[in-house]
């Protein structure tokens, strides 16, 4: 496996599970409340710019399941790409699961209470809670997915291009943060949920390299 900032057994995959484990502490002791609280709620009274909700809920939509899983697809099938696809699509499913579990079972912090003012929108905002049936919060399953597409696809490409993968976590900070404007979630939720996918890339890429992949790219 090429090097990375975040290969399993480094210190940074290290600081990073410690990191997850310290803020999962801090948001299950209600630690955090008052911060995400006054977050939230100053994202909620922004609210009203038609360009601006419609794009928040246009990327927190490319953030849910069915848009991902169809992206990891097509990186599957395609012969090029295929051990990549492969990393994605698993590390995807993984961190859907996962994080489901950690919301209803073991954090079970509930959703943000606050009500869209916004522009009104093509459809109805995705709760993203149909894996385990749950309405927990922390950690976001979307900021994880994006997480586990920016890094599968930063290790693959970070030897041809060592700064312009980077770039790639555009994707998933905009999809927190879209997750925070449509008051789906908080602030932490989010963090925790790149951590978390971040955390279940790393694992499987460890264990699938892409490395043949991305000599190719």
């Not at 698993?90 to 606050?114: H, M, Q, W």
């Not at 008051?183 to 955390?199: A, K, R, S």
């Amino acid at each position: 496996m090429q090097k990375f900032i975040f290969e399993m057994r480094s210190i940074g995959f290290f600081f990073l599970v410690i990191s997850f484990l310290i803020i999962t502490a801090l948001v299950y002791a209600e630690i955090t409340e008052q911060f995400d609280i006054s977050v939230i709620t100053y994202f909620q009274s922004i609210s009203g710019n038609s360009t601006l909700d419609t794009s928040m809920w246009a990327i927190t939509e490319i953030g849910g399941i069915i848009p991902i899983m169809v992206f990891c697809f097509v990186m599957f099938v395609w012969r090029r790409t295929r051990r990549m696809g492969l990393v994605m699509l698993l590390a995807v499913i993984i961190a859907t699961v996962a994080s489901g579990y950690f919301k209803d079972y073991i954090v079970e912090r509930p959703r943000p209470d606050l009500e869209y003012i916004g522009t009104e929108l093509p459809l109805e905002i995705e709760h993203d809670t149909s894996v385990l049936g749950g309405k927990g919060s922390f950690p976001s399953g979307h900021a994880a997915r994006a997480s586990v597409i920016a890094f599968v696809l930063g290790l693959a490409l970070s030897e041809r291009f060592p700064r312009g993968w980077l770039l790639l976590w555009i994707f998933p900070i905009s999809v927190g943060l879209s997750r925070i404007y449509v008051l789906q979630h908080y602030p932490m939720d989010v963090i925790g949920g790149i951590l978390f996918g971040m955390i279940i890339a790393t694992i499987l890429a460890s264990r699938l390299s892409i490395s043949k992949d991305a000599s190719k790219t």
